[in-house]
């Protein structure tokens, strides 16, 4: 018994030391994520697993590299796993998906890049001219600009979700090279842009036409495995087709298999890139591929600067003058070079001739280098008074002027006019002075007869103690300035057009008049006697048709109030017409927007008599109030309950009156609506002043429940307060009343 119950002991402590031998695995649910895109970037969590779902084909490779500090990327399937911290290639048989797996030690952002359906189905046989072969589709680009961006500090094409055919990838042996068969049309540019390789790889292309085969300069290497991810620059070379014809390029590598992705650009080939109409003072960016024209406008007040930042450049910039095109010399700038050109005299336009470059991007900036409001100042004065003087800046003498000497063109001498305003004989006196640079400058001024062109005065300085001023009189009319250097050649030792800094200056003038001369006067012709006399008639005809209208409306107000005195009972009159239908609603209101006015104008007991019975009647000794109901129809509020206020003024004088609507009982009464109009506010209407003998009716539409509501009119009557309250209530209901 007691060997049996060590034995068994023996087994369970043994059992025990196996199971804790044992790796113990803590079943964790993974973070799902989306992988779909070829480039992606995941944040991570310490400890977190991340897994995504990877459609693939059967019988083909899946890559992802990684870029991360402490990450590590699994790719698996049923059959097969495999992990690393920097790149993972799995082989999928039957299999129609993989799952990828990301997790890291630490919280990072990870980088990764997607290859999937790699397959070895690339020929391993170059064709020969004759053959047909079997030509693969590629990215085609039909403007550079579409498929660039300098942005992002690179040449190279980038990626674009609507461009089909783009991506491409491979496996190769170290026995047999692929070749990648590309149809092209002359001056087409193909681009290959590696980016994931597992080995070295050499890429050689050859040119093909039917009957010859021409072996391309530019080799492109990659000594060693490639990720885009930690690449500075992307690794693309360029080559341009000469003929209609066919790229064939020839893969190979070193190791055994190698697994490589890319994408392949072809840019179609862009003779012209016109920047006729173009705003180049800001600035305008050109991109292509080997060679193109860009015909520009070009003024002889500005200079041209091509800049070259992201790369090599063959150019050469031509300008057109008197029909002729005058050829520039050819310019090889180099990455972060630029070139600065300035017009000749009276050029009319100019184009930059792009060659042999496999790959360009230049800026075309132009600067204005005018004097003053697009001119150039001129370096002599007009010949006689019969030239124009319009291609001379004008000088304001109430404000300063900023202008420069263009020295890269030997300019060294600027003139400009003033023109100084006056009567007959009048003198007036201007003070120049020269602010910048001014130690090798000298400043002259002229007064010139308006009549004779006479040189009557003129005066020169040079600078003194710092300063370079200079006041002269002159008389009214086109006077002139110059500002230039005391010795020009000291300043222009350079070659016409060589990029050298222009020299500065402002000018600033001060003005006063001396003597205002003798003031013009004219005689009135004939025909301004006889326009000045008809339209004086004419204005005052025009005048005097306010005056009739007022007359007219006046005469229509009688009329139309005599006509209700006649017919009195206005109000029932309404009723009945709306009865019987002789009138609708929107008229009888018109109508009776017309009566408040007329009515108004009649004696109080007149306008009593035209409106008919008052509902309500108060009467003092300084004021009578009076309220009539309306049909309910008239209202022009719906629901609101209308009614007719008559107020006659018989002695003293308003201010500040205001007419209140108070309810006894119930919720208190909102003014909707008052004809003629008058400010109003909840239960008030404003009338402000009311003078003696003043009547005025008031058509109030009044919006609330109460079953009655009390009348008053309150304000100041000599400055005193006053209120005159209707004794009665009036009863919304004709059968409360």
């Not at 053959?131 to 660039?148: D, E, I, K, L």
């Not at 009957?211 to 360029?238: C, I, K, M, R, Y």
């Not at 009567?423 to 120049?432: K, L, T």
């Given at each position: 018994m007691g060997r049996q119950y060590l034995r068994a002991s023996a087994f369970l402590l043994l059992g025990l030391f196996l199971m804790a031998a044992l790796p113990l695995q803590v079943a964790a649910t993974a973070i799902e994520f989306e992988a779909e895109q070829r480039v992606n970037t995941l944040n991570l969590a310490a400890g977190e697993t991340y897994a995504a779902s990877i459609v693939v084909e059967p019988n083909t490779s899946t890559m992802v590299s990684v870029d991360c500090d402490a990450c590590e990327v699994t790719l698996e399937h049923e059959n097969a796993s495999t992990s690393d911290n920097h790149r993972v290639v799995l082989f999928t048989e039957d299999a129609n998906e993989v799952t990828l797996i990301l997790s890291s030690t630490v919280d990072e952002t990870?980088?990764?890049?997607?290859?999937?359906?790699?397959?070895?189905?690339?020929?391993?046989?170059?064709?020969?001219?004759?053959?047909?072969?079997?030509?693969?589709?590629?990215?085609?680009?039909?403007?550079?600009?579409?498929?660039?961006?300098?942005?992002?500090?690179?040449?190279?094409?980038?990626?674009?979700?609507?461009?089909?055919?783009?991506?491409?990838?491979?496996?190769?042996?170290?026995?047999?090279?692929?070749?990648?068969?590309?149809?092209?049309?002359?001056?087409?540019?193909?681009?290959?842009?590696?980016?994931?390789?597992?080995?070295?790889?050499?890429?050689?292309?050859?040119?093909?036409?039917?009957?010859?085969?021409?072996?391309?300069?530019?080799?492109?290497?990659?000594?060693?495995?490639?990720?885009?991810?930690?690449?500075?620059?992307?690794?693309?070379?360029?080559?341009?087709?000469?003929?209609?014809?066919?790229?064939?390029?020839?893969?190979?590598?070193?190791?055994?298999?190698?697994?490589?992705?890319?994408?392949?650009?072809?840019?179609?080939?862009?003779?012209?890139?016109?920047?006729?109409?173009?705003?180049?003072?800001?600035?305008?960016?050109?991109?292509?591929?080997?060679?193109?024209?860009?015909?520009?406008?070009?003024?002889?007040?500005?200079?041209?600067?091509?800049?070259?930042?992201?790369?090599?450049?063959?150019?050469?910039?031509?300008?057109?003058?008197?029909?002729?095109?005058?050829?520039?010399?050819?310019?090889?700038?180099?990455?972060?070079?630029?070139?600065?050109?300035?017009?000749?005299?009276?050029?009319?336009?100019?184009?930059?001739?792009?060659?042999?470059?496999?790959?360009?991007?230049?800026?075309?900036?132009?600067?204005?280098?005018?004097?003053?409001?697009?001119?150039?100042?001129?370096?002599?004065?007009?010949?006689?008074?019969?030239?124009?003087?319009?291609?001379?800046?004008?000088?304001?003498?109430?404000?300063?002027?900023?202008?420069?000497?263009?020295?890269?063109?030997?300019?060294?001498?600027?003139?400009?006019?003033?023109?100084?305003?006056?009567?007959?004989?009048?003198?007036?006196?201007?003070?120049?002075?020269?602010?910048?640079?001014?130690?090798?400058?000298e400043l002259q001024v002229w007064d010139i007869d308006q009549t004779t062109g006479e040189v009557l005065n003129t005066d020169i300085t040079r600078p003194a103690a710092d300063q370079l001023k200079l006041g002269l009189q002159v008389g009214r009319g086109t006077q002139y300035l110059q500002l230039r250097f005391q010795n020009a050649s000291d300043v222009t030792p350079h070659l016409w057009g060589e990029d050298v800094p222009a020299h500065s200056y402002r000018i600033t003038s001060t003005y006063a008049l001396v003597d205002e001369g003798e003031e013009p006067w004219f005689p009135p012709s004939e025909d301004a006697v006889f326009w000045g006399g008809f339209a004086r008639w004419f204005l005052g005809a025009l005048f005097l048709i306010p005056v009739l209208y007022l007359a007219i409306d006046i005469k229509r107000a009688n009329d139309f109030g005599r006509e209700i005195i006649e017919k009195k009972e206005r109000l029932a009159w309404y009723t009945a017409r709306l009865d019987s239908g002789e009138l609708n609603v929107k008229s009888s209101q018109k109508d009776i927007a017309r009566a408040l006015h007329a009515v108004a104008q009649l004696e109080w007991e007149d306008g009593l008599d035209a409106w008919g019975e008052p509902t309500l009647h108060h009467r003092t000794e300084n004021l009578a109030l009076a309220v009539w109901r309306v049909d309910q129809r008239l209202a022009k509020v719906e629901g609101s309950w209308p009614l007719v206020i008559g107020i006659h003024v018989i002695e003293g004088d308003w201010e500040l009156a205001a007419l209140r609507f108070d309810a006894p009982d119930g919720a208190a009464y909102e003014v909707v609506s008052v004809e003629p109009r008058f400010l109003h506010q909840r239960e008030e209407v404003f009338l402000d002043a009311l003078s003696e003998g003043h009547r005025t009716f008031l058509m109030i539409g009044l919006q609330g429940s109460a079953p009655s509501v009390d009348i008053e009119l309150n304000g100041r009557i000599n400055n005193q307060p006053f209120a005159a309250r209707i004794p009665e209530t009036l009863a919304r209901s004709l059968e409360e009343s």
């Open positions: 990870v980088h990764f890049s997607l290859a999937k359906n790699i397959s070895d189905t690339n020929p391993t046989l170059r064709p020969s001219p004759a053959t047909t072969g079997t030509p693969q589709r590629v990215g085609n680009c039909g403007n550079a600009s579409m498929c660039m961006d300098t942005a992002r500090g690179t040449l190279a094409g980038v990626e674009s979700y609507d461009l089909a055919n783009l991506y491409h990838s491979g496996i190769l042996d170290s026995e047999h090279d692929e070749y990648i068969v590309i149809n092209v049309s002359s001056g087409d540019t193909l681009e290959w842009k590696w980016l994931e390789s597992t080995g070295d790889l050499n890429l050689q292309m050859y040119f093909q036409d039917d009957t010859t085969e021409t072996l391309l300069d530019n080799v492109h290497h990659l000594g060693d495995a490639f990720s885009e991810l930690s690449a500075q620059t992307p690794a693309s070379s360029w080559w341009t087709a000469a003929d209609d014809g066919r790229f064939v390029a020839r893969l190979g590598t070193s190791v055994a298999p190698t697994y490589w992705s890319a994408h392949l650009f072809l840019f179609e080939e862009q003779p012209t890139t016109p920047l006729i109409g173009h705003d180049l003072l800001n600035g305008r960016e050109v991109l292509g591929h080997n060679s193109t024209v860009v015909p520009l406008d070009w003024q002889d007040t500005h200079h041209m600067d091509l800049d070259s930042q992201l790369g090599d450049v063959h150019l050469q910039v031509d300008q057109l003058l008197n029909g002729n095109w005058v050829e520039g010399e050819e310019h090889h700038l180099l990455a972060g070079e630029s070139l600065r050109t300035y017009p000749y005299p009276g050029v009319d336009a100019g184009r930059v001739i792009i060659s042999k470059t496999p790959v360009f991007a230049v800026e075309f900036t132009m600067h204005d280098f005018s004097d003053f409001e697009g001119l150039e100042a001129p370096s002599v004065l007009p010949a006689s008074l019969n030239e124009s003087n319009a291609s001379w800046p004008l000088l304001n003498l109430t404000s300063s002027l900023e202008g420069e000497f263009t020295l890269g063109v030997h300019d060294t001498v600027d003139t400009y006019r003033m023109e100084v305003d006056g009567w007959m004989d009048s003198i007036h006196f201007i003070q120049f002075t020269v602010e910048g640079n001014i130690s090798d400058l």
